[in-house]
C-alpha cells in the first residue's frame, strides 16, 4: 500500500528551523536609529546590518528550500510516494 505522504517530520523541521534562521537574520537587520531624528546615525552602515543579518536570511531561505525538495526514505530502503497522481491509497487485494 503506497501512502500519499508529501513531508516527513524531518521536513517539517527543517522548515520550521529554516524560518527561525530567518527570523534571527531579520533582527539583526533591525535597529541603528538614533534617539534624535534630526542626527545622522553611521550605526546603520555597520557590519552586522550590511553583510551579516543579509546572509543569515539567505540561508535561512536556503534551509527552508531544502525542507521543501529533501525526500526521505523509510527505514526499509523504500521510498516515501510523492507523486500528486493518486490522491487515494490504493489496496490491493490478495
Do not use: Q
Request: glycine content about 8%.
Amino acid at each position: 500500500m503506497k501512502k500519499n505522504i508529501y513531508f516527513t517530520k524531518k521536513n517539517y523541521i527543517l522548515i520550521i528551523v529554516g524560518l527561525f534562521i530567518s527570523i534571527i537574520g531579520y533582527a539583526l537587520m533591525s535597529g541603528g536609529n538614533p534617539e534624535n531624528p534630526a542626527e545622522f546615525s553611521d550605526d546603520i552602515f555597520n557590519f552586522r546590518r550590511l553583510t551579516l543579518a543579509p546572509f543569515v536570511v539567505m540561508s535561512g531561505y536556503v534551509v527552508v528550500l531544502f525542507g521543501i525538495i529533501k525526500v526521505y526514505r523509510k527505514d526499509d530502503g523504500e521510498v516515501i510516494e510523492t507523486s500528486s497522481e493518486n490522491t487515494k491509497p490504493e489496496i490491493k487485494k490478495k
